[in-house]
């Protein structure tokens, strides 16, 4: 038996984490947790109204997702989290010290038209720069990979499911 990783997916808007997760998580046989389920009700209020989130905001969401992902540390999980800065990736460590990062990264292009054919999710096209403008990208010290999103979800997945393979200790 082996003992699979915490794994955190993570973007701007409209990379596909929600769609990749859950894929992942089902290649990796662990289970998968909605990142934006863990956000409190002000959180999506404000985004829905068009508002990005302050640092202020996303400490109880960062907070919560990093007690699921310490909760499944051993047995292993995917969840879906934009991690944008550096500084929440740090406070999810903090927690999970032990989880790894999947970047899912793209074409702003891409992204954008992605965005804008999706019904029913909070997250406005309008906050896609302020996206942009907050990612920092995973640095040579952290434990994570970068994954591009171009190509059909199972492409993407595999992709992920190959270089998460290429992280030291992760068995499939």
Known sequence: MHTPHVVAVM?????????????LAARLGVPYAEGDDFHPSANIAKMS?????????????????????REREGLGGVVSCSALKRSYRDR???SAP??????????????????????????PT???DSQFATLQPIQPDEAGVVVDVSG???E???RAAQALAGLSGTRR
């Open 152 to 154: 059909t979800p199972e």
């Open 11 to 23: 973007g701007v808007a409209g990379t596909g984490k929600t769609t990749i997760g859950p894929l």
């Open 98 to 123: 032990g989880i790894v990062f999947v970047h899912l990264a793209g074409d702003r292009a891409l992204i954008e038209a992605r965005m804008a054919r999706r019904r029913g999710h909070f997250m």
């Open 156 to 158: 993407i997945t595999g």
């Open 126 to 128: 309008a906050l896609l």
């Open 49 to 69: 109204a068009g508002t990005p989130l302050e640092d202020a905001d996303r400490w109880p969401w960062l907070d919560a997702i990093g007690a699921w992902a």
């Open 92 to 94: 999810l460590r903090a």
